[in-house]
């Protein structure tokens, strides 16, 4: 079975919000998209597991206005730096906690990665999804990168001292004001000095650009769409793909509903042909070497024919009935998550 590397998902969250133990993800349970027997039977073999803080005192994403012909959600606050330090630390302990229970094997390069997805752990890359937890002289990298952080997102959908995220907001488009920040393009320039990921995911388009314009290393989204298929703000366009395409960089396809569905609505109901049209747009575009998975597990409402993370057989075999031959099936599911990360962190 050729093992899924998959781009983001939100299973420390759920561990810092008390929703499950690290036990009940190696033993199995209910509350969530991932744990051990269901990686093993749906063929995970890895990921990026993000480091999240939530807006304190802010109530959940509004799903029933997200089930709507159109919405468009308020950015929450920013957050306080120290605040969000301390929840980072905590979401590293659990990272550390599943290590220990030989769950996950942390990896920091390409080979580790490839070589601990076979399992029977699954091969952990620690990311950042919004940079709140770093200061303006970025002192907190030494800490962070110690810890095994090897992938960086600015932003998620609220402001932070770096730059601005993206609403959840349908139809739109990312183009909604100013790029990066001066402390935002530091912190592009000393991730790739340091040879840290830097995640575009959220980020809005005028953000993006810059990104584009100051880095060195691949261009990496590692949880979007295709806007041309789905209008949402957090879908890229054709020209931030091209953007993306130029530097031989990659697009993870995000499975929450309503990134696929092109009327945007947040619902079970999503047939595989809308992933199928996802993806052979961002083929078109980015090239069979630019496209793989970043299924956003425990973090957002998935179709109903996968459901969790022991459903990602069915994806395969969809992907086999779409026409997708061997050798770029295994492109899709980790050998180009492979490639970018070599080129990104070296040897």
């Not at 957050?79 to 969000?84: E, T």
């Not at 183009?175 to 575009?200: F, H, Q, S, Y």
């Amino acid at each position: 079975m050729i093992p899924f590397f998959d781009g983001h998902n939100d299973l420390l969250l759920k561990m810092s919000l008390g929703r499950v133990t690290a036990e009940e993800v190696r033993d199995g349970h209910a509350n969530g998209h991932i744990d051990l027997p269901r990686a093993r039977s749906g063929g995970l073999g890895g990921g990026f597991f993000a480091l999240y803080v939530p807006t304190p005192g802010a109530p959940a994403m509004d799903m029933e206005a997200m089930r709507q012909d159109s919405y468009d959600l308020p950015l929450p606050a920013p957050v306080d730096q120290a605040h969000a330090l301390d929840r980072v630390r905590t979401g590293i302990g659990h990272f550390r906690r599943l290590a220990e229970l030989d769950i996950i094997t942390p990896c920091t390069t390409a080979a580790e990665v490839e070589a601990a997805l076979p399992g029977p752990t699954l091969a952990a890359v620690l990311h950042m999804e919004g940079a709140e937890a770093i200061g303006p002289d970025l002192s907190e990298l030494d800490e962070l990168q110690a810890a095994g952080l090897r992938s960086i997102g600015p932003v998620w959908s609220r402001p932070t001292i770096h730059g601005h995220g993206v609403p959840f907001r349908y139809p739109a488009t990312s183009d909604i004001g100013p790029g990066l920040t001066a402390a935002g393009k530091a912190l592009v320039r000393e991730c790739n000095r340091r040879r840290i990921m830097v995640d575009l995911s959220h980020l809005n388009m005028a953000g993006l650009r810059d990104v584009a314009e100051i880095s060195d290393a691949p261009l990496v989204a590692t949880h979007s769409n295709a806007h041309a298929i789905t209008p949402s703000a957090r879908c890229l366009t054709d020209e931030e793909l091209r953007l993306i395409a130029a530097t031989d960089g990659l697009v993870g396809i995000n499975f929450g509903t309503c990134f696929l569905r092109p009327d945007g609505k947040f619902i079970a109901d999503c047939p595989i042909e809308h992933l199928l049209r996802h993806l052979d747009h961002l083929l078109s575009i980015l090239g069979e070497d630019g496209v793989a998975f970043g299924s956003d597990f425990d973090g957002a409402v998935l179709p109903d024919w996968m459901g969790d993370c022991g459903g990602l057989f069915r994806l395969r075999e969809g992907l086999v009935r779409h026409g997708i031959d061997p050798p770029l099936l295994e492109k899709l599911a980790h050998r180009n998550w492979l490639r970018v990360m070599r080129a990104t962190w070296g040897a």
